[in-house]
């Protein structure tokens, strides 16, 4: 489990540093009816992915 969790981290701090937005991607993962992501969840996610663009683009 915590290789799993370096894994995620050096992820999300790869992407951080190129420019990217992780949020995005977090979301459209969380959205999928595969995973069957608490709706709840989504909406946040949602929101951290909108700010985190508004962000870059100011």
């Not at 949602?46 to 700010?51: F, N, V």
Request: proline share 2%; glycine share 2%; net charge negative.
């Amino acid at each position: 489990m915590l290789n799993k969790i370096k894994e995620a981290y050096n992820d999300m701090s790869e992407k951080i540093t190129n420019g990217s937005n992780p949020w995005s991607n977090t979301y459209n993962h969380a959205n999928s009816r595969d995973v069957d992501t608490d709706q709840s969840i989504v909406d946040i996610v949602k929101k951290l992915s909108e700010d985190a663009f508004q962000e870059k683009k100011t």
